[in-house]
């Protein structure tokens, strides 16, 4: 599958440049990645590495091209826990590329530009963290970036301006949009397998199109939920999770008192009004649990629907919720996987995430799975050889498949 989205690259030209455009020999070309790792609350050290690994082959394709390579980065957001320095990044990356990495503690000061200035070809240079600059994080236009000091200075000294940050598309933010006014601009390999796979499963799906979607993150899949089915963008769609356990309970289902208060503990009890109207529209291409496994005494116990209310808090679906939605997945040839189907984190309750996905071993439908929480069960388990591909874009794929605009792609669009 890998192969089929390498072999589209002329489509992808349609919408913006990629590397294939891009004649990257001594020249400077300022690089956008999506490194946001989860760190060690104590260490600061990355638990997981897999978003550096995984830009390391544009990076790397870069610098055997004969590019001077500056990398531009973020790491949480200032005032938050995970803000930190980008110096563990540069050492980690340095395992999964050929050349050698540098790393200054600058961006735009002297720092910085006497080091992109002083690059030989081939090398990657990490600069700090993009956040540490104030204007990085305002949204604004990519016209109103532009001016500003951050892409000012950077672009006069470089040649090219590669995005391959996905995960970050959704924002409006200066590293993000403002180079791509100034600088010839194109898609790293990252962000043209990400659009090539969502445009596979959204904009033109092959039918019957199945999502599956769960998590703790009602809102944002409400929103989906609502627009992929008013839209036609999916046949049927299948849930778990928070998400089908506020379903359930706005469907008329006994879920027990213990739930209900988490629900509204959590503010979703707001979005009760937004799942009835859901309900009543599209009820019947809505598949709920059949079951559900709660935490009693801290073992799973499982209880099917007509024996509601459960005793304890719903942590999965149960199975035959499990085998129902597996034979249903069975006859797609699109499916869009976000979300856990429960907490997955937890052995006892794994099951339902986990099952499902490997339900789909020698399924021949193309099939995307994204959001952190599921990439992380993917890693966790193993499982990644039974789905097609695996996003990198977590809110960034929740708005593509809202049918919202990415400024981040939408500014590559326009560059070409």
Do not use: W
């Amino acid at each position: 599958m890998l192969m089929e989205l390498l072999n589209v690259r002329s489509e992808m030209e349609k919408r913006f440049k990629t590397l294939d455009d891009l004649d990257a020999k001594n020249k400077t070309v300022l690089v956008r990645v999506d490194i946001n790792s989860p760190l060690d609350p104590e260490t600061k050290k990355i638990i997981d590495d897999s978003r550096i690994r995984l830009h390391a082959s544009t990076l790397d394709e870069l610098s055997s091209k004969g590019a001077k390579v500056v990398v531009l980065a973020h790491q949480g957001r200032p005032g938050d826990p995970d803000f930190s320095s980008l110096s563990l990044h540069a050492t980690v990356l340095q395992n999964y590329v050929k050349a050698k990495v540098k790393f200054v503690n600058d961006v735009i000061g002297e720092k910085a530009i006497s080091t992109i200035k002083s690059l030989s070809p081939g090398e990657i240079l990490m600069l700090e963290n993009v956040r540490t600059i104030p204007e990085e994080m305002k949204d604004l236009p990519p016209e109103q970036h532009a001016k500003g000091k951050l892409v000012k200075t950077l672009s006069e000294v470089s040649d090219a301006f590669v995005n391959d940050a996905f995960a970050a598309a959704h924002r409006a933010h200066a590293s993000i949009v403002g180079f791509t006014v100034v600088l010839p601009s194109y898609a790293g390999r990252v962000m043209e397998k990400e659009v090539y796979a969502l445009d596979k499963v959204y904009s033109n799906p092959e039918k019957p199109s199945l999502y599956v979607l769960g998590g703790a993150k009602p809102k944002e899949t409400f929103k989906v939920i609502e627009h992929v089915l008013s839209k036609n963008k999916a046949d049927e769609v299948l849930i778990g999770g928070m998400v089908s356990t506020v379903f359930l309970h706005c469907a008329g289902y006994d879920v027990g008192e213990k739930n209900v208060k988490e629900i509204e503990e959590k503010g979703f009890g707001q979005f009760y009004d937004k799942v009835k109207d859901i309900l009543a529209k599209y009820e019947d291409r809505l598949v709920m649990p059949y079951d559900v496994a709660v935490d009693l005494d801290g073992k799973r116990k499982e209880f099917p629907r007509v024996m509601f209310p459960p005793a304890g808090y719903i942590r999965d679906i149960g199975k035959d919720t499990v085998e129902i939605y597996s034979k249903i997945l069975k006859v797609a040839k699109s499916i869009v996987i976000n979300g856990p189907m429960g907490m997955f984190e937890d052995k006892k309750f794994s099951f339902g995430t986990v099952e499902l996905i490997k339900s789909l071993k020698g399924s021949k439908a193309f099939s995307v799975l994204g959001g952190g929480h599921s990439v992380a069960a993917v890693e966790s388990y193993g499982l990644a050889e039974f789905v097609s591909y695996i996003s990198s874009g977590g809110g960034a794929m929740i708005s593509f498949l809202s049918g919202e605009k990415l400024p981040g792609i939408e500014a590559l669009e326009k560059a070409k």
